[in-house]
């Protein structure tokens, strides 16, 4: 049983492990790109306001207009298709910036289509969901 677990647990942490690596590598990114050299706490400050605002406003929408909208898979799905166009986006403010942009609203386009066309039982094949009260919406 408690092999079980465990491999559960790691099974769990490896699936985690890239989302939230890149989740958590926003937030520096962002900090370099807009920092300016002179104005270091207002530039970091501005970032955090807008870090926090930008959370609280999204739970709010995830919470009360997606999830009961969408259902669940297919709103993590469009989020998850928003975050990886946000983040090719990123890349435009330093490198070739009319490539970049191109590329993000591409994945954004072709991963929101992705979003609405898979059906939901995709998610619980992936994560293995068998017991009953454990489905996605």
Same mark, same amino acid.
């Given at each position: 049983? &408690?092999?079980?677990?465990?491999?559960? &647990?790691?099974?769990?942490?490896? $699936?985690?492990?890239?989302?939230?690596?890149? /989740?958590?590598?926003?937030?520096?990114?962002?900090?370099? $790109?807009?920092?300016? *050299?002179?104005?270091?706490? !207002? #530039?970091?400050?501005?970032?955090? +306001?807008?870090?926090? !605002?930008?959370?609280?406003?999204?739970?709010?929408?995830?919470?009360?207009?997606?999830?009961? @909208?969408?259902?669940? %898979?297919?709103? $993590?799905?469009? !989020?998850? %298709?928003?975050?990886?166009?946000?983040? $090719?986006?990123?890349?435009?403010?330093?490198?070739?910036?009319? +490539?970049?942009?191109? /590329?993000?609203?591409?994945?954004?386009?072709?991963?929101?289509? &992705?979003?609405?066309? /898979? *059906?939901? #039982?995709?998610? @619980?094949?992936? +994560?293995?969901? *068998?017991?009953?009260? #454990?489905?996605?919406?």
């Amino acid at each position: 049983l &408690f092999r079980l677990r465990w491999a559960g &647990f790691l099974q769990a942490a490896l $699936i985690m492990l890239v989302p939230s690596f890149f /989740m958590g590598a926003a937030f520096p990114v962002v900090t370099r $790109i807009y920092t300016r *050299k002179n104005r270091v706490s !207002l #530039s970091v400050g501005r970032i955090y +306001f807008f870090n926090t !605002l930008g959370a609280v406003a999204g739970s709010l929408m995830a919470g009360f207009v997606l999830v009961p @909208a969408l259902g669940s %898979a297919r709103a $993590i799905a469009l !989020l998850a %298709a928003f975050n990886v166009g946000a983040g $090719i986006f990123l890349f435009s403010c330093r490198a070739n910036r009319r +490539f970049w942009t191109g /590329m993000s609203v591409l994945a954004l386009v072709g991963l929101s289509v &992705f979003a609405f066309v /898979m *059906k939901p #039982s995709v998610f @619980a094949r992936t +994560f293995n969901i *068998k017991e009953a009260g #454990s489905e996605l919406l």
